[in-house]
């Protein structure tokens, strides 16, 4: 069924009968359960009338059976909560499954086959058919950053979360440098519109009504600029003196006193069990007030030092299990990675589609270190996005994370030099990623991609969306530029991060360009 993304394991067409549905009747789930809410909300914008009532009550006439009932689906331990059978036949709609999640992911898939099926006397029409599902990546998550000029609305998050949770996606993270409203720090977050206490409370039950963890994230050694700008927190910067300092300094005793009190604050309204430190692009690190200890020790070991301090700190006090970017070990692998402790989870990030993902793997997979693969979308630091690299990128990540039996895959969308990039130019990547992690061997076609796009993000009757957005993320091939993570377009022209017109880009070059998207527009 070529509307179908994830791509399941197993999908079996059981003869040639079609079961029309106008009219649905929910057996064997309470009508508050997320479940039938999610059918009678979809279903609804079908035009299917729903009716939920106790399993054995009379249907009425003309009416679909749609029951979920406790069933055995065999699948790897892993992931066995995850794993549904979904069945259609004459006499209705039946899912098994190990668990709710399960059960929920059967919900989705069901009403997928409804998005695009043959039409008979304005009912909609399903080949009687049996599906066998698991995700082969068991954590699937997306990463918002929050931090990097644009904080989302609740309303806004909330409805991404909808569309995530029908991806099949189950762990949500809010990349935070400073925008959560920390008690006693004001003067840090105030011009910043940051998440309250309520509001994450509010979201970790909204995201667990649909199957998805929202795990803490709190950058907490580099990237700590928008802190340390200010007094009194610049005495705690590796180089105070720079203008803009960038990273805490690790051997000063107020460092980590101050992410005891953030830390305080900010994990007790999440329900996870994992928290992700951050801890990435230590640039500043042993450049100044931690030189002569990095000289003597090997800035490494300094490194992994502070990260053991934090991770002593979040598990004993706040019983947590610690996440972190694996980038600085990863320089120096086969030294590094055997010294952490071993229930760390070490996230593998690049956003190119040539990353070297397939070594990355096999370090941390040889070393016993639980590990996600982080890709991206693509998106940031353009105005239409990367297609071709963010493809590139999330199934070179999808097929290394699982031939190593990676614990997760979290698809990433920064917000680099503005936040230009609005969030419909990253469902692409969120949507790719979200089948890939699920089914890594799924591939789909630029036209495919266009469809699904169509049917199940932007619900374009007109099939004009989806191409779209598939070919305007491509402009960036219409001309030669070197520069990673970004376009001329997402580099150049809002953030006007580059003075003049770069080495190599020609007017002609910028024309044909404009030719492409005016004809991608047409």
């Known amino acids: 069924m070529e509307s179908i993304f994830p791509t399941p394991k197993k999908l079996c067409l059981l003869g040639t009968g079609f079961l029309t549905v106008g009219k649905a009747v929910i057996h064997g789930l309470p009508d508050s359960s997320h479940i039938s809410l999610y059918l009678r909300r979809n279903l609804a914008l079908l035009d299917i009338d729903v009716t939920i009532l106790p399993v054995g009550a009379p249907c009425p006439p003309e009416s679909t059976v749609f029951a979920v009932i406790p069933g055995l689906v065999d699948a790897p331990e892993s992931v066995a909560l995850q794993a549904y059978r979904l069945s259609v036949a004459h006499d209705g709609i039946r899912i098994e499954a190990n668990d709710v999640a399960g059960a929920f ?51 806004t998050l909330e409805t991404l979360i909808d569309l995530l949770a029908e991806f099949k996606i189950n762990e949500a993270q809010l990349y935070t440098e400073h925008t959560f409203a920390y008690k006693g720090h004001e003067k840090v977050w105030r011009d910043a519109s940051p998440m309250t206490a309520g509001d994450i409370e509010r979201l970790d039950a909204f995201c667990a009504q649909r199957c998805i963890r929202l795990v803490p994230n ?54 996870a069990d994992t928290f992700n430190v951050g801890c990435d692009e230590t640039f500043d690190l042993g450049k100044c007030r931690s030189k002569a200890e990095c000289e003597a020790k090997g800035t490494s070991t300094v490194y992994l030092e ?116 609005p969030y419909a130019i990253s469902l692409l990547g969120f949507f790719v990623g979200a089948g890939l992690s699920w089914n890594p061997d799924a591939d789909i076609t630029a036209s495919e991609l266009a469809h699904l796009l169509d049917v199940h993000v932007f619900r374009d009757a007109a099939g004009v969306m989806g191409r779209i957005a598939v070919d305007l993320g491509n402009v960036y091939r219409q001309y030669e530029w070197t520069k990673s993570n970004g376009t001329l377009h997402g580099y150049f022209l809002p953030a006007a991060c580059e003075p003049a017109i770069p080495a190599g880009i020609t007017l002609d070059a910028l024309s044909a360009t404009n030719a492409y998207v005016d004809l991608v527009m047409q």
């Open 105 to 155: 992911y059967g919900a989705c898939t069901f009403v997928q086959l409804l998005r695009s099926p043959p039409a008979h006397n304005g009912s909609f029409a399903i080949p009687h058919l049996t599906v066998e599902d698991y995700p082969r990546i068991p954590n699937r998550g997306v990463m918002l950053d929050i931090s990097r000029d644009k904080v989302p609305r609740l309303d």
């Open 306 to 421: 502070f990260l053991g301090k934090i991770h002593q700190l979040v598990t004993a006090k706040h019983h947590k299990r610690v996440m972190f970017w694996g980038d600085i070990v990863l320089e120096s692998p086969v030294v590094s990675i055997p010294r952490l402790p071993h229930d760390l989870v070490g996230l593998i990030w690049g956003y190119e589609a040539s990353h070297p993902f397939e070594s990355q793997c096999t370090a941390f997979a040889d070393s016993g270190i639980e590990f996600y693969v982080c890709p991206g979308t693509s998106s940031w630091n353009t105005l239409g996005g990367r297609t071709e690299n963010a493809l590139g990128n999330l199934r070179s990540a999808a097929r290394a994370g699982d031939r190593h039996a990676a614990a997760g895959m979290l698809i990433t969308d920064w917000g680099d030099n503005g936040h230009f990039q």
């Open 218 to 271: 709190q950058n907490s050694f580099g990237h700590m600029h928008r802190w340390l700008k200010h007094q009194p927190y610049r005495q705690l910067a590796e180089c105070p003196d720079d203008p803009e300092p960038f990273g805490l300094c690790p051997i000063d005793p107020g460092s980590l006193s101050l992410l005891d009190d953030l830390y305080a604050q900010l994990l007790p309204h999440f329900s």
